[in-house]
T-cell receptor, first 111, second 113 residues
């Protein structure tokens, strides 16, 4: 299978600070990437996506950066709030049919 | 409300007793998929379906079957469950292909003793 991993399994940030969650992927043919948020007891929830023809995409308080040279993906959350505490997954998509997920980073926001 | 539903949410069963986990979506999505989530391994794709009567193996299909007779339903079948299939299972759907935003169900926690 594909290797999609995260650099840090846990991350703690102070409320109001910015958070950066990193992800490495191994297949240079991957053409679509998604970040998901999973709260305890719930299914993953879509946050933001990016296609391989872009290197940056912004949403509301979130930014995804894609560096294809080093096969690295990051999720930046601005002004982190307690409601952002969750596990975050990156996923890569090759050929439009299959998805490969990372193992997740647990983000804890300290009030 | 647009959603993906799964039933049951929790299931404890014994080895070898056939079971089915149902998945239904009300968004007229073509693509549906099943994942299992295990500690330290993240989400792994079991099977997916591009449309009615079109199904394909994901990363970990052994021990599972699926069917897609109708667009809205995508049941996961375990013909002879084993303890290594104890896991948290998620169904997901997206509009047309895996490259579109996927909507996930609430999960089914299965324990096989």
């Amino acid at each position: 299978g594909e290797s999609v991993g995260l650099h840090l399994p846990t991350l703690s940030v102070q409320e109001g600070d910015n958070s950066i969650i990193n992800c490495a992927y191994s297949n240079s043919a991957s053409d679509y990437f998604i970040w998901y948020k999973q709260e305890s007891g719930k299914g993953p929830q879509f946050i933001i996506d990016i296609r391989s023809n872009m290197d940056k995409r912004q949403g509301q308080r979130v930014t995804v950066l894609l560096n294809k040279t080093v096969k690295h993906l990051s999720l930046q959350i601005a002004a982190t709030q307690p409601g952002d505490s969750a596990v975050y997954f990156c996923a890569e998509n090759i050929s439009g049919n299959q998805f490969y997920f990372g193992t997740g980073t647990s983000l804890t926001v300290i009030p | 409300e647009a959603q993906v539903t799964q039933n049951p949410r929790y299931l404890i069963t014994v080895t070898g007793k056939k079971l089915t986990v149902t998945c239904s979506q009300n968004m007229n999505h073509e693509y549906m998929s099943w994942y299992r989530q295990d500690p330290g391994l993240g989400l792994r794709q079991i099977y997916y379906s591009m449309n009615v009567e079109v199904t394909d193996k994901g990363d970990v299909p052994e021990g599972y079957k699926v069917s897609r007779k109708e667009k809205r339903n995508f049941p996961l079948i375990l013909e002879s469950p084993s303890p290594n299939q104890t896991s948290l299972y998620f169904c997901a759907s997206s509009l047309a292909r895996a490259g579109d935003e996927q909507y996930f169900g609430p999960g089914t926690r299965l324990t096989v003793t």
